[in-house]
């Protein structure tokens, strides 16, 4: 049997293309003691991919060239040196973009057998993505009902969550998304108080118009434009949580600043990023106040799923481009 | 008697200049019930003229067209219909730049007579720029012992006093001043940790070499290229206090944020904007706390004060050119 990955070759300077990659065919390993060897099952796809490829200063060590894709999945035991894990144990952990993956049986987490839910919930609204919408809403911003919201990226895999649990806390939510069909989930089967689509609307305007007390809260997922025109919108002592800058990853060079930044001092802003990893203490905490708000229908997660470890490098870009909506996962 | 007044003609587009005000005389007026004459003694000069005499999105309204120069100031009643003030009493309020002020006597508040220390004490140490480097450090960035602060308009008035409110709680305290002169009165006359001069030194390279164990603490008076420098050394978890941007002010236009502004997610950052005028109800304890830093000798200020209320619209722009070393008062 063998294994396929996909190597780091080359760092992206713009979009992620193909030829970044070199895709190898190699013997499974051989386990030592200790070790587990796991059949990825689904992979899960992130903007922070861009950000891990790149050499640009980051929170974790970018991926070195020459090294396999970092990526989160979930996948099932097929052979197990150590005590910890059996063959046919369900597990989670950083298996990247390949077949299969050799770990030390304590780097990965079981998943919890309790709870009845498919596999990729843990790589979405109870994975990463998932938590990273609980602790940069609730934590970073600590919400007050009747307070405004506004997310950008709304319809992806963190800004879904991060709008649902808004609703839960009883604030007013505003999303901000790339298309009309994003927009009319949002508000008719997710139950956004409103929504913009920003490549055909003034978000600006738009957003003074459906915020008639104005903007509480910012959870950001891309920077750029759409930003500029929400910090126009806050109000004083508003709440920026800062999760992520999509709009500028592929520009290869640094992401500036809202030319309007000086609203921080103006309008006594507050902000702040943050790492759900920072967070991992209270994760279960938060995957079983997750889990309760999915099984009672408050909240609802899509998942956009492409098969096919071969189609690793190109289904990422679903991400820049906007096509997706929901998770993006990886099917191996 | 006659009253001399600035009157705001024209809005800066760059600098402040002399055309862009008129001064006006004319006769002292008459007071109605419950209001004060003021001889006003010493005005507040500060970087907040330039905001308030711009139309910019601003934290108070901007000054009126045709209206007096707005500034806090310190002066003696010369005439009083209140029972709560009377001819003598020192006071201080919002006096404008001119030579006496009419005001209903509970706009102004009395100078505390039990604190031994000049009048100009109250527009500086224990005035407005006192409070904004005691709130600003203290309640925005919670500062622990033996951490690093770098505060950027390091010998302004806001500045030296945020250096030494930062020794007094055990901090590293590094400050970044426009002259040698300044650089050499931050470390030698106010024990400051050290001191970088930006128009002569790489500000990203001496931090480096100045801060060892990175920076926790960044009190920005400035913004642009210092602040960008500044940015580059802090450590995860670094908080930023922001006060001001003078750097910016006389650019006519929207004040950027820095380049790296994306470091805010990679180290997780606190950003996080304040107006003083917020902490009115705490200023007492902070006036009393200062008080006895100054007495102990352990907070010293420095006052730059220029005389002739005709001198006004040339002294302001010290603050602009980096001519003042700590606070600039006008003396009518």
Not at 21 to 35: A, C, R, S, Y
Not at 296 to 301: D, E, L, N, P
Request: aromatic share 8%.
């Amino acid at each position: 049997m063998n294994n396929r990955k996909f190597i780091l070759d080359k760092r992206p300077q713009a979009q992620i293309t193909d030829d970044l990659f070199k895709l190898v065919t190699e013997p499974l390993p051989t386990l030592k003691d200790g070790e587990v060897l796991v059949r990825n099952q689904y992979l899960s796809l992130d903007p922070t991919h861009r950000i891990w490829m790149s050499d640009m200063e980051q929170y974790m060590p970018p991926i070195a060239l020459g090294e396999v894709v970092r990526a989160g999945g979930v996948g099932v035991v097929t052979e197990s040196k150590s005590p910890l894990l059996k063959t046919g144990d369900l597990v989670m952990g950083l298996l990247g973009w390949q077949d299969y993956s050799l770990h030390p049986a304590a780097a990965l987490r079981p998943l919890p057998k309790e709870m009845d839910i498919p596999p990729t919930a843990f790589l979405s609204v109870l994975g990463l993505t998932g938590m990273t919408a609980y602790f940069g809403l609730l934590d970073i911003t600590a919400p007050k009902a009747g307070e405004t919201l506004v997310v950008s990226g709304a319809a992806g895999a963190v800004g879904s969550i991060v709008g649902q649990i808004g609703l839960i806390k009883g604030l007013r939510v505003i999303g901000i998304a790339g298309t009309d069909a994003k927009c009319a989930w949002l508000t008719k089967e997710l139950g956004f108080h409103g929504a913009i689509n920003y490549k055909t609307q003034d978000v600006k305007k738009a957003l003074a118009e459906l915020c008639p007390k104005g903007v509480d809260i910012y959870f950001d997922n891309v920077g750029g434009a759409t930003t500029e025109a929400v910090w126009s919108n806050l109000n004083m002592y508003a709440r920026v949580s800062l999760c992520g800058m999509i709009s500028g990853y592929n520009d290869g060079k640094p992401i500036p600043g809202p030319r309007n930044y000086s609203l921080i001092l103006m309008k006594r802003l507050k902000v702040q990023g943050f790492i759900v990893s920072d967070y991992g203490a209270r994760w279960p905490e938060a995957i079983g106040e997750m889990y309760q708000w999915v099984k009672q229908g408050r909240i609802k997660y899509a998942e956009d799923i492409v098969e096919g470890l071969e189609n690793a490098p190109r289904a990422v870009n679903k991400l820049f481009d906007g096509s997706n909506t929901g998770k993006l996962i990886l099917k191996c």
